[in-house]
C-alpha cells in the first residue's frame, strides 16, 4: 500500500460518521436502479445489509467499480452470497457485490487459478493490495444469482471501517420513489400481567381506518397499565412490485416523541436481533413480520436511535390521549397513523398459569434438562426472556418445544446411542422435522456413545438414518459419444435424507472444477478451463452425503 493511499485511510477512515459522501461512489450498474430489496429490510434472523438491484431479470450485466480501491477479499459458496467480491477504498469505505456469475478479466484469472491450485469450488482468498487494484468504471463483474439467491439481481453492499453496512441511499444512489409507505396492520401489546388491551392480556390487532389524505386512524384503544405497540409495514419504490422495508419509523404520545428506529446502519454482531425486535410468534404463525415499536430487555438493537420509557405508554385512570406514528421512506414520502387511547378499568385480573408439566428455562442462567435418552442444555442468554418450555420424548424422537419462540445462542441437543451398531451409528444423526414431517439434516457430532448438534430452533428432533448414496445422472452427454460442441460437461446429483457435503470430479484422472447449483442439482463443468487436450476422455465423479455415504460415475467421452 502506498503512502498516499494511508493519509487517505487516516483522513477520511475517522471522521465520516458525520457526513457521507455524495459524489464519491458511482452506481455499479449501467441500467435504471430499481429495487427488489432495501437496506434494513427484515429478513429470516437477519437485517437486509444491502440494496438488491433489479438485473432486468437477466444475469451476466457488467458491474463496474464505484471508485477506485482495491479487491481485498472474494469469497466462493455454494450457499450465502455464492461468488462475492469485496473492495476497499482509500476513504476507508468497503463495498460489496454478491450472487455473482463470475468475476472480470484479471480478478477471474486469479480466482480460478487459485480454485485449481486448491482443487476445490468454494474458496476465500485476500489478495495482497497491489494484487488486483481497481480504477473507478473498471469492470469487475458480472451479475449472476449464485448462492442462496431467489432471482437474478445484484446485493451491492457500503460498509464503514468497522465492517458495519451501511444505507447505500446515504451516498447518493438515487431511487426514484413518489410512494408513500404501506400500513399492512397495527398491534397493541399489554406488556406485563397488569396491564391488558380492550379486555385482553394478549396483543390485540387494532382496526385501521383510512383517512381521505392517505393516513389512518385505529378504533379506540380501552387499556390499563403499560403498552406498547407494533407495526407491519413495507415500503415499495417506483418501477416495481416488491414490499421491501420502510426507512424510518417515529412514534409519539400526547405530543411527546417516544422512539426513533432508522435503518442507516446496524452491525452484523447485533442483526440476530431482529428476532427480538419482531412479534416473532405472530410472525410464525402468520408469516407476517410484526415490528414491536417499543424496546424489551435484551434488545440492544442500534436501528432504535432514541427511546424515551423505551417506547412504553402508562395509561392510568381518567387518561385519553392519541398515539402516533409515523412512518417515512428516504425520499420523505410520509403515511401516519393515530391509535386513540383511553384508560378503562378491569374488575377480574387475569393470573397466568402455566402447565406444572413444561419446563421453567431463565434467560439469567444456565439450564440443563434431560428426558428419555436425550439432554437439552440451554446455556445464558440463549433465550431473550424466562420461557415455560413443552419439552417431551417418546423413543427416539424429542419433542423441543414449537418454533414460536426465539433462540438467540446455540443450545445443545444430546442424545444416547449406545444401543446402536458402530455402523448404524455412522449413518445417523439428528434432524428436526420440516413441514412435511421429513428431518432436516443438523451437522451432528458423535462421542462415544453420544451423538450432539447444535440449533437455534426449537421443533421436534428426531434421530434419522441414512443408508442410501447419493446418484448421478449425466445431463447433456451419453456415455461413449463424441461431444465435440459442448461447452460444458454437466451432471446431475441428488441425495435422498441428510444432503449432498462434497464432491470431486476428474477427466484422465486431472482435477476439473465443477461449480455446484444446489437448486437445480447440477454439476457444470466448463471445457474453456482447457484442462484435456485428448480425444478419448475418462470422467470420475465421486460424490459424498453428509453422513459419508458416496457413489462414484464414471463414464467416457470424446472430444475433438
Do not use: C
Amino acid at each position: 500500500m502506498n503512502r498516499l493511499f494511508l493519509i487517505f485511510i487516516f483522513v477520511f477512515g475517522t471522521g465520516f460518521g458525520q457526513e457521507y459522501p455524495q459524489d464519491y461512489f458511482d452506481n455499479p450498474l449501467k441500467i435504471p436502479l430499481i429495487l427488489s430489496g432495501s437496506f434494513g429490510e427484515l429478513r429470516g434472523n437477519h437485517f437486509h445489509s444491502g440494496l438488491d438491484i433489479k438485473t432486468q431479470q437477466r444475469i451476466g450485466i457488467p458491474v463496474y467499480a464505484p471508485a477506485d480501491g482495491f479487491i481485498s477479499r472474494i469469497k466462493v459458496a455454494h450457499y450465502g452470497y455464492g461468488k462475492a467480491l469485496y473492495i476497499k477504498h482509500p476513504n476507508g469505505y468497503s463495498t460489496v457485490y454478491a450472487h455473482l456469475k463470475e468475476y472480470g478479466g484479471d480478478i477471474q484469472k486469479y480466482v480460478k487459478n487459485n480454485q485449481y491450485k486448491k482443487e476445490t469450488f468454494e474458496v476465500e482468498l485476500f489478495p495482497d493490495t497491489a494484487l488486483l487494484q481497481v480504477k473507478k468504471g473498471d469492470l469487475i463483474a458480472y451479475t449472476g444469482n449464485t448462492g442462496s439467491s431467489g432471482g437474478p439481481h445484484l446485493h451491492y453492499e457500503i460498509r464503514d471501517v468497522s465492517s458495519r453496512p451501511m444505507n447505500p441511499l446515504l451516498f447518493g444512489v438515487d431511487i426514484p420513489d413518489t410512494r408513500k409507505p404501506i400500513v399492512n396492520s397495527v398491534f397493541a401489546y399489554p406488556i406485563n400481567e397488569e396491564a391488558f388491551v380492550n379486555d385482553s392480556f394478549r396483543p390485540i390487532k387494532l382496526r385501521l381506518i383510512k383517512q381521505k389524505d392517505g393516513s389512518y386512524i385505529t378504533d379506540t384503544v380501552l387499556a390499563s397499565g403499560n403498552i406498547g405497540f407494533g407495526i407491519s409495514t413495507n415500503d415499495q419504490q417506483d418501477g416495481a412490485s416488491n414490499k421491501n422495508g420502510v426507512y424510518q419509523i417515529k412514534t409519539s404520545f400526547n405530543g411527546e416523541e417516544l422512539i426513533n428506529i432508522d435503518f442507516n446502519k446496524f452491525s452484523f454482531s447485533e442483526t440476530r436481533y431482529l428476532n427480538r425486535y419482531i412479534d416473532y410468534k405472530y410472525y410464525k404463525d402468520n408469516r407476517n413480520r410484526v415490528q414491536k415499536l417499543f424496546r424489551e430487555n435484551n434488545n440492544p438493537l442500534s436501528i432504535i436511535t432514541y427511546a424515551n420509557r423505551n417506547g412504553i405508554i402508562s395509561v392510568q385512570d381518567g387518561f385519553k390521549s392519541s398515539f402516533v406514528i409515523t412512518l417515512n421512506d428516504f425520499k420523505g414520502n410520509t403515511v401516519t397513523v393515530t391509535v386513540p387511547v383511553e384508560a378503562k378499568g378491569i374488575e377480574n385480573r387475569f393470573i397466568k398459569e402455566h402447565d406444572e408439566t413444561m419446563e421453567f428455562v431463565s434467560s439469567e442462567t444456565a439450564s440443563t434438562i434431560n428426558t428419555g435418552n436425550f439432554t437439552i442444555y440451554v446455556p445464558k442468554g440463549a433465550l431473550y426472556e424466562n420461557e415455560y418450555l413443552n419439552i417431551k420424548t417418546k423413543g427416539d424422537t424429542l419433542i423441543l418445544h414449537e418454533d414460536v419462540v426465539p433462540i438467540h445462542k446455540n443450545i445443545s441437543v444430546s442424545m444416547d446411542i449406545s444401543k446402536y451398531s458402530d455402523l448404524d451409528r455412522s449413518k445417523v444423526f439428528l434432524g428436526r422435522l420440516n413441514y412435511k414431517g421429513e428431518p432436516y439434516y443438523n451437522r451432528s457430532r458423535l462421542k462415544g456413545n453420544v451423538l450432539s448438534i447444535g440449533t437455534r430452533t426449537f421443533g421436534t428432533y428426531i434421530l434419522a438414518m441414512d443408508s442410501i448414496a447419493p446418484k448421478i445422472k449425466a445431463v447433456n452427454f451419453s456415455e461413449g459419444k463424441w461431444i465435440s460442441k459442448n461447452k460444458t460437461l454437466k451432471v446431475k446429483i441428488t441425495d435422498d435424507l441428510s444432503g449432498i457435503s462434497k464432491y470431486r470430479a476428474t477427466i484422465n484422472g486431472k482435477f476439473i472444477l465443477m461449480e455446484y447449483n444446489y437448486k437445480k442439482n447440477v454439476l457444470t463443468y466448463d471445457f474453456d478451463d482447457a484442462i484435456i487436450s485428448e480425444s478419448e476422455n475418462n470422467l470420475k465423479i465421486i460424490v459424498t452425503d453428509n453422513v459419508g455415504n458416496n457413489t462414484t460415475f464414471e463414464a467416457q467421452f470424446f472430444r475433438k
